[in-house]
C-alpha cells in the first residue's frame, strides 16, 4: 500500500495556526474515520495527539484539532508554541490487507 | 507508566536474520484485546508498520513483507520479537515497538524510542 502524502515542513511564529495535511485515498483516509496523528520530538518516543480523526488523548492541549474532508485529513495547531516544534506524522488504518499506512511526516519549525 | 523499549543489532549484514526485541512494562500482553508490534521508518522515508500480535496469539503481518517477517511473544517476560529474513540495504530503517490498546482501537497509543538498524557489510 502507498504512503500518505504529507508536506516536509511546515512552519509559524508563536501564537498563529498552523495546518498539516495528510492526502490518502478511498480505501484509507477516505475510507474510514480512522485517522491518528503522531508528535515526536527529536531522540524521544512518538506521542498520539490525535486519534478517530478528531479525537484527543487525555493530557493532549487542546490547541492540537484534526478534521478530514474526503481522502485529505488535517492536523490544525493553534497558538503555536516553541514546544510544539517537532516532526508530526498522520496514519490511517486501512482494509487492504487489514493494515496501517502512515505519512512521512512534517516538520514543524516555530520562526 | 507505560514504556517499551526496543533492543537488537544496530547492523547485520546483507542475507542475514535480524532479531529484534521488546521489552514493554505497565501492561501485560495476556489483557483481552491488547497487541504489540513493530513498525519501521527507513531515513527520511514514511513509517511502514510490519506486524502485530494479539493477546491471543493472532499474528497479523503487513502485506509487503510478510514472508520474511515472524513475531512472537513472551508473556511471562512482557516481551514480543521480530524476525525480518534476508536483511538487504532496504531495511536499514529505525524499527519501533508499538501498542494497541484494543483491537478496537484503530491508532498505537504507546511507541518505543526506536532503534536503528543497519544493513551493511
Known amino acids: 500500500q502507498s504512503a500518505l502524502t504529507q508536506p516536509a515542513s511546515v512552519s509559524g511564529s508563536p501564537g498563529q495556526s498552523i495546518t498539516i495535511s495528510c492526502t490518502g485515498t478511498?480505501?484509507?483516509?477516505?475510507?474510514?474515520?480512522?485517522v491518528s496523528w503522531y508528535q515526536q520530538h527529536p531522540g524521544t518516543a512518538p506521542k498520539v495527539i490525535i486519534y478517530?480523526?478528531?479525537s484527543r488523548p487525555s493530557g493532549v492541549s487542546n490547541r492540537f484539532s484534526g478534521s478530514k474532508s474526503g481522502n485529505t485529513a488535517s492536523l490544525t495547531i493553534s497558538g503555536l508554541q516553541a514546544e510544539d516544534e517537532a516532526d508530526y506524522f498522520c496514519?490511517?488504518?486501512?482494509?487492504?490487507?487489514?493494515?496501517?499506512?502512515f505519512g512521512g511526516g512534517t516538520k514543524v519549525t516555530v520562526l | 507508566q507505560i514504556t517499551l523499549k526496543e533492543s537488537g543489532p544496530t547492523v547485520v549484514k546483507p542475507t542475514q536474520t535480524l532479531t529484534l526485541t521488546c521489552t514493554f512494562s505497565?501492561?501485560?500482553?495476556?489483557?483481552?484485546?491488547?497487541?504489540v508490534g513493530w513498525i519501521r521508518q527507513p531515513p527520511g522515508k514514511a513509517l511502514e508498520w510490519l506486524a502485530l500480535?494479539?493477546?491471543?496469539?493472532?499474528?497479523r503481518y503487513g502485506p509487503s513483507l510478510k514472508n520474511r517477517l515472524t513475531i512472537s511473544k513472551d508473556t511471562s517476560k512482557n516481551q514480543v520479537i521480530l524476525t525480518l529474513t534476508n536483511m538487504g540495504p532496504v531495511d536499514t530503517a529505525t524499527y519501533f515497538c508499538?501498542?494497541?490498546?484494543?483491537?478496537?482501537?484503530?491508532?498505537?497509543?504507546?511507541w518505543g524510542q526506536g532503534t536503528l538498524v543497519t544493513v551493511s557489510s
Open positions: 508499538v501498542r494497541r490498546r484494543h483491537y478496537g482501537d484503530f491508532y498505537f497509543d504507546y
Open positions: 496514519g490511517s488504518y486501512t482494509t487492504i490487507s487489514t493494515a496501517w499506512v
Open positions: 505497565g501492561f501485560s500482553l495476556s489483557t483481552g484485546g491488547v497487541g
Open positions: 478517530d480523526v478528531s
Open positions: 478511498s480505501t484509507d483516509v477516505g475510507g474510514y474515520d480512522y
Open positions: 500480535i494479539y493477546w491471543d496469539d493472532i499474528e
